[in-house]
């Protein structure tokens, strides 16, 4: 069938080992920011959010970095597991003042855990 | 429901035809969005709509492509006169409120033949 990761980097890690999946965003304005995980054939899944007055925020196995002064987002999976695999997206929340704004996307990255 | 429904899951369309793509949003939602994934690609913002009003349709495409909710709960995305270039997954997305993460359904893959 067809991959939601086709075309788009990849980055390949040994299961058990920590990956770190980099994004730059396009906005300086933009205050919310979401990590999305999406395997073929699903929607995107949410993993983790983090808002522009925070640089860091830790969940369950992932960790989310904001480097506002170089728009950069990173988020951080530990220990990775088979079903980590997917492609992950990043995606930037900012606000026009003319009403509400959807999210945009960044390319996203495939991520494989290789066994 | 428990999360975003979305229907049909897969439609294929002879180009020219028009579509029609359903969302059932989380109870209680909002806001709604609909979002076009090409393949190999992130979603594209389409349009969002905060109850019945549809605040924000910049990212629709082209006057062939309109979206409503009119009692502010299900939405329909519709295609007129589909071309190739139309097929794509659309997906929605709802939230509870603007500035809160949005839940995103399974997607429509749309195939234009």
């Known amino acids: 069938g067809e991959s939601v990761g086709l075309h788009l980097p990849t980055l390949s890690v040994q299961e058990g080992d920590n990956s770190i999946i980099n994004c730059a965003y396009s906005n300086s304005a933009s205050d919310y920011f979401i990590w999305y995980k999406q395997e073929s054939g699903k929607g995107p899944q949410f993993i983790i959010d983090i808002r522009s007055n925070m640089d860091k925020r830790q969940g369950q196995r992932v960790t989310v970095l904001l480097n506002k002064t170089v728009k950069h987002l990173s988020l951080q999976i530990a220990a990775t597991q088979p079903g980590d695999s997917a492609v992950y997206f990043c995606a930037e929340r900012y606000p026009s003042g003319g009403g509400a704004d959807g999210l945009t996307f960044g390319k996203g990255t495939h991520l494989i855990i290789q066994p | 429901g428990a999360g975003v429904s979305q229907s049909p899951r897969y439609k294929v369309a002879k180009r020219g035809q028009d579509v029609a793509l359903r969302c059932d949003p989380i109870s209680g939602h909002v806001s709604l969005f609909w979002y076009q994934q090409a393949l190999g690609q992130g979603p594209e913002f389409l349009t969002y709509f905060q109850n019945e009003a549809q605040l924000d349709k910049s990212g629709l495409p082209s006057d062939r492509f309109f979206a409503e909710r009119p009692e502010g709960s299900v939405s329909t995305l519709k295609i007129q006169r589909t071309q190739q270039e139309d097929s794509a997954v659309y997906l929605c997305?709802?939230?509870?409120?603007?500035?809160?993460?949005?839940?995103f359904g399974q997607g429509t893959r749309l195939t234009v033949v």
């Open positions: 997305a709802s939230s509870l409120k603007v500035d809160l993460l949005a839940f």
